[in-house]
């Protein structure tokens, strides 16, 4: 007969009967090592720059596989990553699209990880693979098309988009705006296809005119071209004029993809999903709900106007999907995903989208996009502080003025290796510009006050 495992053994299972009297020691364990790192780094992030921050991790880590296990484990590496981390809960980390996730949607992950179903095969996820039939109609709804499936992110949604279009066109060629995600044009390599034509967008957006002309030069290549337009993007948050755009895509025969990975958002904000107007006429929409949707990564979709697009993905293994068990009524998983091991991150999605419904969702989304319009006037109104232009979404581009392009990449890398603040940076008009991401719902007017006195105070005179 086997010896049970002691109550305080880390090698006891996180599910089964037993599971939960596991888990609630070590849950408080590592909210006590969760707080006892963020009050140790002190601020947005850890100070001291990339050597000082990985030589903290060395120490903490010291010998990776010890032969004996260490009881303290837990709690030390805990501890070493909340200190190490860059934390988007903190009104001064505004660098990236890095949301500050919901906390009733890290509890809802908390059940994936004990449970570990897999959705590819329904007996390892029976409930699991029907609320994600459920909630992914749902949004793809939202967004004016038929289904979705479920990805980790926009850049594996925007390769299934083109390899989508690749298949039912019998292939494709990719045309976007300079202003398009990096994944886009490397989607296109990873998928064999001809290089992408690049339509410029002169003002931060892809220009119409330009993509008539393209798309004009393009005539031969009817009904197998794909046109990306982007709702939201990375360096300023603009979005192309979609109703023109999908109007030229009409005229000439092109399949339409939307990247909304950033914007997608807006559809739950009635003050603001009139933005997206012109989504609905997409082929393909990329959403993405670990940006502006409060998610823990990942939460990535890929929307779809013709379910049978879907068709290409589907797999046959017999240890997973026999036909004698899908014409019994088993449901076929493999044909909703590139990929086979696949956790159900459908069930964080769900739980945010019953606790906090259309209109808590969308208060989320009106509490950023405000904040970032403040923002954007204390800089206007400040005499040492240019800003770019007025915010789309959440996204505020500034720097100081008079400042050199290398000026401002100095300053934002003293923030940084001071432990300070958290700024991206981006390249537009051919000038560099700091960037403010704001997706945290709770930061204060004093916040964004207190930002822009820590960037004039690094900034040389």
């Not at 409930?127 to 709804?141: K, N, Y």
């Not at 990873?190 to 892809?206: C, I």
């Not at 958290?422 to 930061?443: E, I, Q, S, Y």
Request: with cysteine; hydrophobic share 45%; net charge negative.
């Amino acid at each position: 007969m086997s010896t049970p495992t002691p109550p305080e053994h880390p090698a006891r299972l996180a599910s089964g009967p037993d599971g939960p009297h596991a888990l609630r020691p070590l849950l408080d364990t590592v909210l006590d090592a969760l707080d006892s790192g963020r009050r140790a780094r002190g601020g947005p992030l850890p100070a001291g720059g990339p050597e000082a921050v990985a030589a903290r991790v060395r120490d903490a880590v010291g010998e990776v596989l010890p032969e004996h296990g260490d009881p303290d484990a837990l709690r030390g590496l805990v501890h070493a990553l909340a200190e190490g981390a860059a934390d988007p809960a903190d009104p001064l980390c505004a660098a990236h699209l890095h949301c500050p996730p919901l906390a009733v949607a890290t509890a809802a992950d908390l059940a994936v990880s004990a449970l570990n179903p897999s959705l590819d095969s329904w007996d390892q996820a029976p409930a699991a693979s029907e609320l994600e039939a459920l909630v992914t109609r749902t949004l793809a709804h939202e967004a004016g098309l038929a289904d979705s499936v479920v990805t980790t992110g926009g850049t594996e949604s925007n390769q299934l988009a083109l390899l989508l279009a690749r298949e039912s066109c019998g292939g494709v060629r990719l045309v976007c705006g300079a202003n398009a995600h990096h994944s886009l044009p490397r989607a296109a390599w990873l998928l064999g296809l001809p290089e992408p034509v690049v339509v410029p967008a002169p003002s931060g957006t892809l220009d119409p005119a330009a993509l008539h002309s393209a798309l004009t030069d393009l005539g031969g290549a009817r009904g197998s071209l794909l046109v990306a337009a982007t709702a939201g993007t990375t360096d300023a948050g603009l979005i192309d004029p979609l109703p023109e755009i999908a109007g030229l895509c009409a005229a000439h025969g092109a399949r339409l993809h939307i990247d909304a990975a950033h914007g997608g958002g807006l559809l739950f904000s009635e003050r603001h999903r009139d933005k997206l107007t012109g989504l609905e006429a997409a082929h393909t929409v990329t959403l993405d709900l670990h940006k502006l949707g409060w998610q823990p990564v990942a939460a990535g979709l890929l929307a779809v106007r013709h379910p049978r697009d879907l068709a290409v993905l589907h797999q046959r293994a017999d240890y997973l999907n026999a036909g004698d068990d899908t014409e019994a009524g088993l449901p076929d998983l493999l044909g909703r995903s590139l990929r086979t091991t696949r956790r159900p991150d459908v069930l964080k999605i769900a739980v945010t989208l019953k606790a906090l419904g259309r209109r808590g969702l969308g208060a989320l989304v009106d509490q950023v996009c405000s904040r970032a319009r403040e923002f954007a006037d204390l800089i206007h109104d400040h005499p040492g502080f240019e800003l770019h232009d007025r915010p789309t979404i959440s996204t505020v581009l500034f720097r100081p003025a008079g400042a050199t392009d290398d000026a401002v990449a100095a300053v934002r890398r003293r923030l940084l290796t001071e432990g300070r603040a958290v700024l991206g940076r981006a390249r537009l008009d051919d000038r560099l510009w700091l960037k403010a991401t704001l997706l945290n719902p709770d930061t204060r007017t004093e916040d964004l006050a207190a930002l822009l006195k820590l960037v004039e105070g690094s900034t040389p005179r």
